[in-house]
């Protein structure tokens, strides 16, 4: 409220400012004469009528005092017209008035209040610029603003009178932080006034809209497979990115974002980042497009094979841990493996976490590089004396190792620790030269002290072989020196099967005597004749040293034995025995006839 010596100090200032419109040069001349003097009395009592004012209406003031919430207008009524200083804000705050400033006002009410009537610089500037509003309106044609502030449901528009810009209205999709157009200078639509009430409602939704479909088209009809464009983040999710190539969006996915290993977009892209693309591919059907964020840098894989020779020792962080290796960064975009066999010379490593963690700092050396395939074989074992050579030269083939302790066993043998790190195997087939062995676990169990001869020694394939067997003869190796073709032997029966017996001829030695040849008649089962652990006499059929076989025959050794005895009977018959008496006594023999007859 305005108090009683301001309403007298602007009567004084509008008596002033109207003695100092007339007192000019001609008028103080004038003053000389009784007839001037009347005359500028007339003109002064004039300027004291009320004129006529009506609500709504526009009129003309000047500026006659500001003060920290109001703004005092003469207006050439009998009382001074009052104006919100807010009116003349900008959207930095400050109040853009000067005194004297001559200026458009809008009676808003006649009611004398405290002196002064309530006026309006804003619906002034509305009213004045409503046809051209108007105009605009009715033809959807674009206005131009500045945001002053942000005020409660969306922004307040200057457009040469304020507006409201709705927070819905302001963009094609929502915002949230509406400060950061407050002072911003943009392109609007009206889509909605009331003259009577002065309030006009702005759309960017609608400007933006046309733009970018005028955007798309001209996107579309210039863009191809193999350009670089440059556009802008719009959206980030977690297999890649969409970039705003101009009214129109394009597909980044992540696997065409870095010639490196990233797991989000979000470490190397931020919404609104503009960024150069390439067009991988353009379906023009379905306007869709692929872009490639890598494909714009040369591929780091066309120089590795020289950057990375074979024998090179580098350095990279661990990237990966998968069960048959580690990964390595070499280079952005560039990944080497240290499979586990690459990892100890030693130790059997199961999984790369035994010795390795995401995130390591490791030295290891280039075992094979291949450009086309992207592959870099890499090796940590490289950079250690390779207890092999050791091996080798300790352990030569052929030579003894002596208390050696049996670390495990397995199906297939016994791993040995021969004291140098490195275990020796002895396959289940190099135990005995005889015996069948199931399993390691018959004869040996962990922590025995054996004796083992070095039968080979692989370092490539990192094989260290030991045998059992072999610190003893052969039983096979000189069998024919023992044993003939025809010959009788002796032995037990070991195992009877459906095809035959297994006769056991000396220690570690056996034979076999198939079915057939155990009697003249049929035999449908050998257990039906024989018995397991019997001692019988059979004749070697045949002798194969390599396959480790003896054919033996029960029959055959019957049909000798009878040839045998004829041979033996003919030959006692035969001394003192004429030719003559030899045939008659065979003719008898075959007519069953004695010597009686």
């Known amino acids: 409220m305005v108090n009683q010596t301001t309403t007298t100090d602007s009567k004084k200032r509008l008596n002033q400012s109207w003695m100092d419109e007339f007192m000019d040069g001609s008028v103080e001349e004038s003053m000389e004469s009784n007839e001037k003097s009347k005359d500028f009395a007339e ?60 200026l458009a006002v809008y009676l808003e009410r006649l009611e004398i209040e405290d002196g002064f009537i309530h006026c309006s610089k804003d619906k002034a500037a509305i009213i004045n610029a409503w046809d051209e509003i108007s105009a605009a309106c009715d033809n959807s044609q674009i206005v131009e603003g500045t945001v002053i502030a942000k005020v409660k449901g969306g922004l307040s528009v200057d457009i040469g009178v304020k507006a409201f810009l709705p927070g819905s209205q302001l963009d094609t999709k929502p915002t949230k932080n509406l400060d950061q157009f407050v002072g911003q200078r943009l392109k609007f639509k009206i889509i909605k006034f009331n003259k009577k009430r002065g309030n006009i409602v702005l759309s960017r939704r609608v400007v933006v809209q046309e733009e970018r479909e005028a955007q798309r088209v001209e996107t579309l009809a210039n863009i191809a497979e193999g350009m670089v464009v440059t556009g802008s983040v719009k959206n980030i999710t977690e297999y890649g990115a969409f970039i705003d190539l101009g009214g129109m969006d394009g597909l980044l996915h992540i696997t065409d974002m870095s010639w490196g290993r990233i797991k989000h977009p979000s470490e190397i892209l931020n919404v609104n980042d503009d960024i150069q693309v390439k067009v991988l591919k353009y379906d023009k059907e379905r306007e869709r ?61 199961k999984h790369p976490s ?143 099967t459906d095809f035959g017996a297994f006769l056991e001829i000396e220690d570690g030695v056996e034979g076999l005597i198939y079915v057939s040849e155990i009697s003249d008649q049929r035999i449908e089962k050998p257990a039906d004749h024989l018995k397991l652990g019997e001692t019988l006499q059979a004749e070697i059929l045949s002798i194969e040293p390599k396959e480790r076989r003896i054919g033996l025959s029960i029959k055959q050794l019957a049909k000798t034995e009878e040839r045998q005895d004829y041979e033996k009977y003919v030959g006692e018959k035969s001394k003192g025995t004429s030719m003559g008496d030899l045939l008659g006594d065979k003719l008898k023999s075959a007519l069953g006839k004695s010597d009686d007859e």
């Open 43 to 102: 003109l002064f009592e004039a300027s004291q009528k009320e004129t006529e004012f009506e609500e709504g209406q526009v009129v003309n003031g000047t500026v006659v005092h500001i003060s920290p919430d109001n703004v005092t207008v003469d207006i050439g009524f009998k009382c001074e017209g009052l104006i919100p200083l807010y009116e003349f804000k900008d959207a930095t705050g400050k109040a853009n008035v000067e005194l004297g400033e001559e």
């Open 289 to 349: 497009v692929s872009l490639g964020l890598k494909q714009v840098s040369p591929d780091p894989w066309q120089e590795a094979e020289f950057k990375f020779p074979v024998g090179k020792i580098v350095s990279g962080k661990v990237v990966s841990l998968k069960d048959y290796g580690a990964f390595i960064e070499l280079a952005d975009g560039i990944e080497g493996l240290i499979h586990v066999s690459e990892m100890s010379w030693t130790e059997r490593v």
């Open 354 to 496: 035994k010795l390795l963690k995401i995130g390591d700092e490791v030295e290891c050396k280039v075992l094979e590089v291949d450009t086309k395939g992207k592959r870099i074989s890499l090796g940590i074992k490289q950079l250690q004396n390779n207890p092999w050579d050791e091996l080798e030269a300790k352990f030569p083939v052929g030579s003894i190792v002596e208390d050696a302790e049996v670390k495990s066993t397995t199906d297939f043998g016994l791993f040995i620790d021969v004291g140098v790190g490195i275990d020796g195997l002895i396959h289940v087939s190099d135990i005995s030269w005889t015996k069948k062995i199931t399993h390691p676990s018959e004869k040996y169990k962990k922590g025995d002290k054996i004796r083992a001869v070095v039968l080979g020694i692989d370092k490539e394939n990192e094989k260290f072989s030991l045998g059992v067997k072999q610190l003893e003869r052969d039983p096979w190796e000189n069998i024919k020196s023992r044993y003939r073709v025809g010959q009788s032997i002796n032995g037990k029966i070991t195992k009877l």
